[in-house]
C-alpha cells in the first residue's frame, strides 16, 4: 500500500517531514485527527533501521493517540513525532531544532515526552516552541507521566478484577510483569503495597538489578514470562507481544499494561476473549500520562487534579467492558467504538 493510501484508509491529516543536516536531525511528525483539538503526543526518539520502519511506526502511534484521547474524554486529538536516532545522538542543537519544527505547525501538534525523551529533553525543546508539554514540576510543568501512567494502570487493574472475580482487591494476586522500565517500577510500587506478588521480565540487566532490590522475583530467563502462571499479565515494553505464538502460552485471567499496541492483530483481542482472558484496551489504561499532561495545558498544574481525573480510568474500563458485554464485541472494539462515537458526534456538531 502506498503512503498516501495508507493515511487516507486510516484517517490521518497530516504527516510532515523534517530535517537540518547541520545537526543531524531526521524527524517525522503525524496528525491523525484533530476533531477534538490540537493533536496532542509525544516525541519518540528511535533507531530505525529503515524509513518505512520509522513511517509506519509514527503514523500507528498518532492514531492510537487519536483514540487514547477520545477515550479518555479529553479535548485534544492524536500525533506523534519520531525524530531517528538513539538516545547516545542527541543534542542539544538537534532537540532545538525539533522545536522548531514544531512551532512551524502553528499549535496543529503538542509534543510531550515519549520513548527516549527526558523532561530535560522536553526543558531544550521548549526553548524554541510553545506548543509543548510535561515540562518539570521546577518549571510548572506536570513532569515526567510515568507515575501518574501507572496509577491509572493500576485503577484499571483493579476494574478489570471487578469484573473477574467480582471484587476490586487485588491482595495476594500474582502478577506477571514484563518489562521493567520507569512505569512497570511505579506500578510495581503500587502492587506490593497490596501484598501482590509480582513477578518481572527483562532484559535489561540494570532494570534487572532495580526489580531485585525491590525484592521482586526476576525470571533469569525473559521469555519464560508468557508461561507463568499468574493472575494478570501485565505487558509494559514492547508492542505486538499479543500474538499468534504467545495467546496460547499465556496463563491468566487479565492482560493489562502499559505497553503500546499490544495487540499484533485485531483477531487476537479475539483469541485472547475465546480464552476468557479480560484484555483492558491498552490506549485507555495507559491515558494516566496523557490525562497528567492535559491538566498543564492552558492552566496552572495541580497534582490532586490529575491524579483525580487519572482515577477516572477505573470507570472507563468499566464502561468498556459493560460496552462489550452488551454488544457481543471483544474490549478491544468496544474501546474504539466510544471513542469514534465521541469523535463523530463531535464531526457531526461541527458539521465537519
Keep these: ?62 492514531k492510537g493517540m487519536t483514540y487514547k484521547s477520545a477515550a479518555a474524554g479529553l479535548d485534544f486529538g492524536g500525533g506523534k513525532a519520531l525524530i531517528v536516532c538513539s538516545n547516545d545522538e542527541k543534542t542539544e542543537a538537534m532537540l532545538r531544532s525539533f522545536g522548531k519544527c514544531v512551532e512551524s505547525l502553528g499549535g496543529r501538534y503538542i509534543t510531550t515526552e515519549d520513548v527516549g525523551a527526558t523532561t530535560d529533553d522536553i526543558e531544550i525543546i521548549s526553548k524554541e516552541t510553545s506548543h509543548i508539554a510535561g515540562l518539570s514540576l521546577s518549571l510548572g510543568g506536570s513532569g515526567d507521566p510515568s507515575e501518574m501512567t501507572a496509577y491509572g494502570i493500576y485503577e484499571g487493574m483493579k476494574a478489570c478484577a471487578s469484573e473477574v472475580w467480582g471484587h476490586t482487591s487485588l491482595r495476594n494476586r500474582k502478577v506477571a510483569v514484563q518489562g521493567f522500565g520507569k512505569v512497570a517500577y511505579y506500578l510495581s510500587k503500587h502492587l506490593i503495597q497490596d501484598d501482590i506478588k509480582v513477578i518481572v521480565a527483562d532484559i535489561n540487566s540494570a532494570a534487572q538489578a532495580r526489580a531485585k532490590n525491590m525484592g521482586l522475583e526476576v525470571l533469569n530467563d525473559a521469555d519464560d514470562i508468557y508461561n507463568i502462571e499468574c493472575d494478570i499479565f501485565a505487558p509494559c515494553a514492547l508492542g505486538g507481544i499479543i500474538n499468534d505464538k504467545t495467546v496460547p502460552m499465556l496463563k491468566c485471567k487479565i492482560v493489562a ?96
Design 1 to 62: 500500500m502506498q503512503l498516501t493510501e495508507y493515511m487516507e484508509a486510516h484517517g490521518h491529516e497530516q504527516l510532515c517531514v523534517f530535517t537540518d543536516t547541520n545537526v543531524g536531525l531526521k524527524a517525522f511528525i503525524a496528525i491523525h485527527d484533530t476533531t477534538l483539538g490540537p493533536a496532542l503526543g509525544g516525541v519518540r526518539f528511535w533507531p530505525h533501521k529503515t524509513e518505512d520502519d520509522a513511517l509506519m511506526d509514527v503514523l500507528r502511534l498518532s
Design 257 to 352: 499494561g502499559s505497553a503500546n499496541n499490544q495487540l499484533l492483530e485485531d483477531k487476537h483481542a479475539s483469541m485472547l476473549q475465546n480464552r476468557g482472558i479480560l484484555y483492558a484496551p491498552d490506549y485507555l489504561i495507559n491515558a494516566g500520562g496523557v490525562i497528567n499532561i492535559s491538566v498543564e495545558i492552558g492552566q496552572e498544574y495541580s497534582p490532586n487534579i490529575a491524579a483525580d481525573r487519572v482515577a477516572g480510568i477505573y470507570e472507563q474500563i468499566r464502561l468498556v467492558i459493560e460496552t462489550s458485554k452488551q454488544n457481543s464485541i471483544t474490549t478491544a472494539a468496544a474501546a474504539d467504538f466510544i471513542a469514534e462515537e465521541r469523535i463523530n458526534s463531535v464531526k457531526s456538531s461541527k458539521n465537519i
